[in-house]
């Protein structure tokens, strides 16, 4: 069936590195835009980033632009999310979403994975 | 960036009654195709967020008719004609015309 399964997710200190992947099956995945999304703890969802079908386009939200880079490999299936310099406010459940689309015309953002957890801390 | 406002944010319903929620963008949502690029989302207790309506009024795959969406331009609604206790949660409308996108603050549907 079609799914979305998240990864890398964890403790991190401030300032260091981490790098999801969102794992896609199920769809030819090469076929669509990709978003990641994150929720806070107790908040509501923001939009974080998204990349076009083949990457050629990545667009990021303000807050983390400049210190994330999503990325994609089209052969393996596979969403990335390098996300550096973290900070405290990055904290959040981050989701993969996949952009639909039929017949030339945006669906939504149709399927999504379960989150994976980041928590920065000291 | 376009700021999506929502209202009400808290929305107690009776089960079988009607319910709506609104959205309202800063900037005009209505692309030259004639589409509104605005989402609705409901985020279950515990669970991811799942798509109800894309394009303004398209229901997505799976949804049940008793969700609507309707609007154009700046001026969104969502609507429930008869709420059922596996509504609770909270509901989210998002722009995805203009980048970033954005989402709305959330809507929590609760049952009275």
């Known amino acids: 069936q079609v799914q979305l399964v998240e990864s890398g997710g964890g403790v991190v200190q401030p300032g260091r590195s981490l790098r999801l992947s969102c794992a896609a099956s199920?769809?030819?995945?090469?076929?669509?835009?990709m978003n990641w999304v994150r929720q806070a703890p107790g908040k509501g969802l923001e939009w974080v980033a998204q990349?076009?079908?083949?990457?050629?386009?990545?667009y990021y939200s303000d807050s983390v632009k400049g210190r994330f880079t999503v990325s994609r490999d089209n052969s393996k299936n596979t969403l990335n999310l390098q996300m550096n310099s973290l900070r405290g406010e990055d904290t959040a459940v981050y989701y993969c979403?996949?952009?639909?689309?039929?017949?030339?015309?945006?669906?939504?953002?149709?399927?999504w994975g379960q989150g994976t957890t980041v928590t920065v801390s000291s | 960036d376009v700021v999506m406002t929502q209202s009400p944010l808290s929305l107690p319903v009776t089960p079988g009654e009607p319910a709506s929620i609104s959205c309202r963008s800063s900037?005009?949502?209505?692309?030259?195709?004639?589409?509104?690029?605005v989402d609705w989302y409901l985020q279950k207790p515990g669970q991811s967020p799942q798509l109800l309506i894309y394009?303004?009024?398209s229901r997505a795959s799976g949804v049940p008719d008793r969700f609507s969406g309707s609007g154009s331009g700046t001026d969104f609604t969502l609507k429930i004609s008869r709420v059922e206790a596996e509504d609770v949660g909270i509901y989210y409308c998002?722009?995805?015309?203009?980048?970033?996108?954005?989402f709305g603050q959330g809507t929590k549907l609760e049952i009275k």
């Open positions: 979403a996949r952009d639909g689309w039929d017949s030339g015309l945006y669906r939504g953002m149709d399927v």
């Open positions: 394009l303004g009024s």
């Open positions: 998002v722009q995805a015309l203009h980048s970033p996108r954005t």
């Open positions: 199920g769809f030819m995945f090469g076929d669509y835009g």
């Open positions: 990349i076009w079908f083949d990457g050629s386009n990545k």
């Open positions: 900037q005009s949502l209505l692309y030259s195709n004639g589409y509104n690029y």
